[in-house]
């Protein structure tokens, strides 16, 4: 017969989900209470204004999209592209892949300014393109691309697109919380994240922003947005200021109650510490791990501290010492995407997941699973190289 599900606890290493701080779970568990409620506009209202906080911008149109991520970068897409809209994407990942597709299924002409996978966007290949393609719109690029551990500079891409008149789309779905993302700083036009990474909350809500210069955009368009369900036009009637709320669709009230607690987290830590935290535990990872002889793929200035690609050592079974992590430590530590299947693996060290314990658990995991398969790894010294970062000796 069926009876309740109840999961293996496991210590989410990957690219995402990543662990869940018990607290949201706390909070999700509570009870459900009408999404037009006085109570729950106030929480909405909260969630709002600790949404501007981790974004640092005063754009007032920022708000959780109900559901993942893929769902924040589609609003952006689907808003703010119309037909015939020439949109430059620079692509340097898998996420990169899916604005170019978004661009086009929009009816917008995608100019894709292709990387070396594994490297930042290089802001001059974007000026030539711009140069090129005086008639661009919008600009789209990934700010932590988690299919290859990549950071790309934000400041100086959006500062680049300002300057040839484009609106900016940036993917901050695996920046949010664990390095610094300064929407308005930047000058950045709209944004999106995810719940499920560096915010530590279940997967399912997709925070967004846009700025006035974006609104300005979408209220100018001469077709209606073909989304029904993401069309903002909609969405902030019942989003929007004050307590004239009016139904759209139904909040996903209980992981709203969650997404109000991970925001709390991250105010009561603060900004950077969060970023330093990611960086700390980062250090201590990868002093383990080169300890142990495997080595970084990306170029030290453009890693990501919450999502690591590691070489994997020759002859190894990749997918199987996965599985043996897995089984035997209840460790999920994520594969290689795209071309780089095969090749490396990605550990993510975000949120609340980011943290001394489970830095020692990867590393001895790994240590012992690799020692099992004869790799030719150095034994016994990655402890000591990980103790040596956080004592800072
Ligand atoms: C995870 C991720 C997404 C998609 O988010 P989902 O919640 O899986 O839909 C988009 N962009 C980047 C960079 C991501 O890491």
Not at 112 to 119: D, I, K, M, P
Not at 147 to 162: E, H, I, P, Y
Not at 301 to 323: F, H, K, M, T, Y
Not at 353 to 361: G, I, M, Q
Request: net charge negative; glycine share 8%.
């Amino acid at each position: 017969m069926f009876k309740s599900f109840v999961p293996t606890e496991r210590t989410l290493m990957g690219p995402g989900p990543s662990d869940v701080n018990p607290r949201i779970l706390t909070a999700m568990a509570r009870p459900t209470i009408g999404h037009l409620d006085p109570e729950f506009i106030r929480l909405m209202d909260e969630i709002k204004q600790m949404l501007q906080f981790a974004f640092q911008t005063r754009n007032e149109l920022t708000i959780p999209v109900s559901a993942p991520g893929s769902a924040g970068m589609e609003t952006c897409f689907v808003n703010l592209v119309e037909p015939g809209d020439k949109v430059i994407v620079c692509q340097n990942g898998v996420f990169g892949g899916r604005m170019v597709e978004n661009v086009t299924r929009v009816g917008g002409v995608a100019v894709v300014v292709q990387q070396t996978w594994g490297r930042a966007v290089d802001p001059e290949q974007l000026e030539a393109a711009l140069k090129q393609n005086p008639d661009a719109k919008i600009v789209a690029f990934v700010h932590a691309e988690t299919s290859t551990g990549v950071q790309s500079d934000a400041a100086a891409l959006c500062k680049l697109a300002q300057q040839y008149g484009c609106l900016t789309i940036v993917d901050c779905v695996t920046s949010l919380g664990g390095i610094e993302v300064a929407l308005d700083a930047w000058g950045a036009d709209a944004a999106y994240s995810g719940t499920q990474k560096c915010l530590s909350c279940p997967p399912g809500l997709s925070p967004a922003s846009m700025s006035p210069r974006a609104l300005e955009k979408i209220k100018a368009r001469t077709t209606p947005v073909t989304s029904w369900f993401m069309d903002l036009n909609l969405v902030m009637g019942y989003w929007g200021q004050g307590q004239k709320r009016s139904y759209h669709h139904t909040a996903p009230v209980n992981s709203l109650y969650g997404l109000h607690e991970a925001l709390l987290i991250l105010v009561e830590e603060g900004l950077e510490p969060s970023w330093q935290r990611h960086m700390k535990n980062h250090l201590a990872l990868k002093a383990g791990l080169e300890a142990m002889g495997l080595t970084f793929v990306v170029p030290e200035a453009e890693r990501l501290p919450q999502l690591n690609l590691v070489s994997i050592p020759d002859g190894v079974d990749e997918a199987s010492v996965r599985q043996q992590l897995l089984e035997q430590y209840n460790l999920e530590i994520g594969a290689g995407l795209g071309v780089l299947a095969g090749k490396v693996w990605r550990i993510g060290l975000m949120g609340y997941a980011s943290n001394p314990k489970n830095v020692l658990l990867c590393v001895n995991a790994l240590e012992a699973v690799l020692s099992q398969y004869n790799a030719h790894i150095n034994r016994g010294v990655a402890t000591a190289a990980v103790q040596a970062v956080y004592s800072g000796s």
